[in-house]
């Protein structure tokens, strides 16, 4: 049974825990002291879906103004993107609606889910999940809340939206979904400073 591919994004505004759920999800670690992500990460991993694997190819996104022109040439190759906020800061919440307009302009078949990160401070917590599944449901997204400390829904997330991806698509065009699309031909380890190069394929 081949292998399928997917290209998932996680953006949102810097220090929310893009790179601790990404690091948790791929290494089962969690980062006590991380630095700001600079430019764009890498990291995939292998999940079976229906039993058929599947690459999860992770591109972790600075959160940075700066970077923003980086971030966006990314959404055209994504299959998927995960908006990621940090739930004990109401900007970072506030701020999602810029990321989804920024991925808007990209195709409308990628899948996105919006996550509430860092459930493990319940007491600092400033928006609640009647707030987020409420803003979600209005844009028609589904959403989750995760830590990426203690690992609750860490794996749920990543499963989730590789099985929107799939789900009722066709075995021809699952085995095209990389067909007309291009990535970067990378190794497993975390590339800081990532540039994109369309003329490479994603697997």
């Avoid at 829904?153 to 990389?178: D, P, R």
């Amino acid at each position: 049974m081949s292998e399928i591919c997917l290209n998932l994004l996680l953006v949102g505004d810097s220090m929310v825990g893009k790179t601790s759920l990404l690091l948790k999800f791929t290494d089962g670690n969690f980062p006590e002291n991380h630095m700001a992500t600079i430019g764009v990460e890498y990291k995939d991993k292998t999940i079976k879906i229906n039993g058929r694997p599947v690459k999860l190819q992770i591109w972790d996104t600075s959160g940075q103004e700066r970077f923003r022109s980086i971030t966006q040439n990314f959404y055209r190759n994504a299959d998927g993107i995960l908006f990621i906020f940090d739930m004990t800061s109401p900007e970072s919440f506030y701020h999602i609606k810029d990321w989804l307009r920024d991925s808007e302009t990209s195709d409308s078949e990628i899948k996105r889910i919006i996550v509430g990160n860092k459930l493990d401070l319940e007491n600092d917590r400033k928006i609640d999940k009647k707030k987020m599944d409420h803003y979600a449901e209005g844009k028609n997204i589904k959403s989750y809340e995760v830590s990426a400390k203690s690992g609750k829904n860490v794996e749920k997330i990543f499963k989730e939206i590789a099985e929107l991806i799939i789900k009722n698509k066709t075995e021809e065009e699952i085995h095209s979904l990389h067909g007309n699309k291009t990535g970067r031909n990378v190794s497993t380890s975390t590339i800081s400073y990532a540039k994109y190069d369309k003329k490479k394929k994603c697997c």
